[in-house]
Structure formats: structure tokens, C-alpha cells
């Protein structure tokens, strides 16, 4: 028997055309976007027939929480396991200056991969490198299972979890235009952040796509020299051609480019660098988001001090770029990067069946 579907990944049109008459479709996306349906069963005003049917050849849920933390400052952080079995990692994030000021806003970050092939040396996701790409349904469903797990309704959506969104590019790109359509979660796209590590060609091919969303680097070092250090990607694409792409994506979109800059005590906080990285800034018209390190078990990176990073930014801002200095949310539940996969991978209890209704304060697993 073929593989069943996942509806979630379907774009309208497509739905529409395995549908008769056509208009099920809409009546379809209505159960699943807005009422949330938990099983085609519960679409009620389908006739059992259709339901059946849809039973049969589609899987409705891509997703399944296994877990989720709550952090001290509201942050949420949700465990989802993958029908191969393959765990990721979604966070919830309530208003967070440096990403805007809004009180009300509810930031998802999802994931886009199975851990990661670019090995940033800071980064816990990246550890044991990448074992698959994520669908586009299973990049909507982390939305939409965060949306139904805690009633919160998802305003913006930043793709900076695990995995590098840019090389999962096709599951990425539907799963954007899906999330942003009016038939399914209507997010936005200025409300939609991509974030890359850096890869250049797919920087410009992004750039040619006809969505509004905005565009974050992962810069965490204004030199190659430093960022070499890091981030092996910078070997592939050495910041000449990064900052190409950039300047073609800012020049293409006529979109302002943000620099995600994590700042690693003695690695890249030193005063050289902010001078160097208030010039590209500048030269791109970019502005910084600095994001103390979040140390990770088992990696000798460390957070510079709170003044050491104040200076940073007053750096910045003296030399006339826009920065924010990130308020860290989320370290009490190992919220960097891949963190949670990998306590729960290595722990004993993983192999117990934790559910989502298991909203632990500060449990351990
Ligand atoms: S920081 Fe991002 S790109 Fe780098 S290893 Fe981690 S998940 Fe991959």
C-alpha cells in the first residue's frame, strides 16, 4: 500500500484537486487550521464517506509532542517526536526585545531538519550532524500542535531551530507559503524570519522568491578568520561571498537584513570585532541582534560577563548600527540550539512515554 499523505503539507489547490466537488478542500483547511481538528473523524459536517476516505489516504498529524518545559521567564519549550521516531525541537517565545517590542506577540521557533550537517562548534544541534530533512508538513505541524498545546494564537514565526533552513530549501519555502496563506495560519511574511548560517547561492535564490520575509545571518564573528573558528561553513562560504549574497538580497527584496551575532567570551567579544562588524552592518544597512552564548554541556564555550556584552553593543550603536542585546530567555530549560533533543536522546528515561499534557516546571528527563 503507498504511503498516506500528510494533509498539512498540501497546498490548497493541490487538496482541491483530489477533492470532489472541490469546495471539501476549503471545508477541509477549515478543520484543520482554524478548528484544529484531533482526526478526520471529528470533521463533523463531512459526510462519513469523505471522512473515511480521508482516513485512508492522509495522515493528519506530523507531529507528536513528547514533551514540554517550561522556563522560569514563560518561554515553552516542546519535544516533538517524528513517525520515524526521530525527536526535534520547537520553543515558544513570548515578546523579546531584540526580536520586537510587541507584548502580545507569541514567536515560534521551529525546526527544519533532523540535527545538522554545518557542525557549528558552539551549537549542540549540530553534534551529531543531520540525519534527514524535515517535510513541510511536519515544519507546520510544530506551529500548529504549539498553537493546540497551549491556546496561544502563533503571530510570528522565525525559522532559526534545529537544522539549517536554506538546505532544506523546497520543504522550507512550501512550509512558508503554507503558513502564510489565508486558508491556513495567514502568519504574516514580515513576521516570518529566515535565519541561514550562511550559504550564499540559496541567500540569492531566496532573494528572487516573490515572499516578503525577512532575512537573519548568522554572522557570530565579523572576520573569517574568527568565524572559521566556529563555523565550518565559512571555509564553503568565506564572507566575501556571503556578504555578496546579502547585498543582492537587500538590493533584490528591499528588505532590511538582521546579523545574529552569539557572543563567546574571548572567541569573538572583543572590541576588534565590533568594530569590524559595525562596518559590515553599516555597508549592509543591517542591523545586530547580540545574543549572549547559551553554554551547552560538554562544549568549553563560556557567556562573556553582562558588561562585556553592554560594551559590545555600545560599540555598535556609538558607530551608528542599530542593536539589541538579547535578555536571554529560556536557559533554565537548556533552550540553545538542540540542547533538549540531545538530553532526552542520551538520557535513560527517554525510552518512557512522556506526553504533552506533561507540562513539567523544572522535571527532568
Ligand atoms: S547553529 Fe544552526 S547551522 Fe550551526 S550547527 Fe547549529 S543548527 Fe546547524
Wanted: glycine fraction near 6%; include cysteine.
Amino acid at each position: 500500500m503507498a504511503d498516506k499523505r500528510d494533509i498539512k503539507g498540501l497546498y490548497r489547490d493541490e487538496l482541491a484537486k483530489l477533492c470532489e466537488p472541490a469546495y471539501r478542500a476549503d471545508q477541509i483547511l477549515q478543520w484543520v487550521y482554524e478548528k484544529q481538528a484531533d482526526s478526520f473523524a471529528a470533521m463533523t459536517n463531512l459526510p462519513a464517506p469523505v471522512r473515511e476516505k480521508l482516513s485512508a489516504d492522509f495522515e493528519l498529524n506530523a507531529v507528536q509532542s513528547v514533551h514540554t518545559r517550561h522556563a522560569t521567564d514563560t518561554t515553552e519549550k516542546f519535544l516533538f517526536e517524528l513517525r520515524d521516531h526521530a525527536l526535534i525541537e520547537t520553543v515558544l517565545i513570548p515578546a523579546t526585545p531584540g526580536l520586537t517590542s510587541q507584548s502580545d506577540r507569541h514567536t515560534v521557533c521551529v525546526s527544519t531538519q533532523v540535527g545538522c550537517a554545518y557542525g557549528c562548534r558552539f551549537c549542540a544541534s549540530g553534534l551529531d550532524g543531520v540525519r534527514r530533512n524535515l517535510t513541510a508538513a511536519e515544519i507546520v505541524d510544530q506551529v500548529l500542535q504549539v498553537q493546540k498545546i497551549t491556546g496561544e494564537r502563533v503571530s510570528n514565526l522565525v525559522f532559526m531551530g534545529m537544522g539549517e533552513p536554506l538546505a532544506n530549501y523546497e520543504n522550507v519555502l512550501r512550509s512558508l507559503r503554507i503558513l502564510n496563506a489565508p486558508w491556513a495560519l495567514g502568519i504574516g511574511a514580515r513576521k516570518i524570519t529566515v535565519s541561514t548560517v550562511g550559504l550564499a547561492p540559496r541567500i540569492r535564490q531566496l532573494a528572487d522568491e516573490p515572499m516578503q520575509i525577512r532575512l537573519a545571518i548568522s554572522l557570530h564573528g565579523a572576520t573569517d578568520a574568527v568565524r572559521s573558528q566556529i563555523m565550518p561553513v565559512s571555509k564553503k562560504h568565506p564572507l566575501t561571498e556571503l556578504l555578496e549574497a546579502c547585498d543582492y538580497y537587500v538590493n533584490t527584496r528591499h528588505r532590511m537584513l538582521t546579523f545574529e551575532y552569539i557572543l563567546i567570551e574571548n572567541v569573538n567579544d572583543m572590541l576588534d570585532q565590533a568594530y569590524k562588524l559595525a562596518s559590515l552592518a553599516r555597508q549592509l544597512h543591517a542591523k545586530v541582534n547580540l545574543i549572549p552564548y547559551n553554554p551547552v554541556e560538554g562544549l568549553p564555550w563560556k557567556r562573556p560577563d553582562r558588561e562585556r556584552c553592554k560594551m559590545f553593543q555600545h560599540t555598535l550603536k556609538t558607530a551608528g548600527v542599530t542593536a539589541t542585546l538579547r535578555t536571554e530567555k529560556g536557559t533554565d530549560i537548556a533552550a540553545a540550539c538542540g540542547q533538549l533533543r540531545l538530553q532526552r536522546e542520551k538520557s535513560p528515561a527517554s525510552k518512557l512515554p512522556i506526553t504533552g499534557s506533561d507540562l513539567a516546571g523544572d522535571g527532568d528527563f
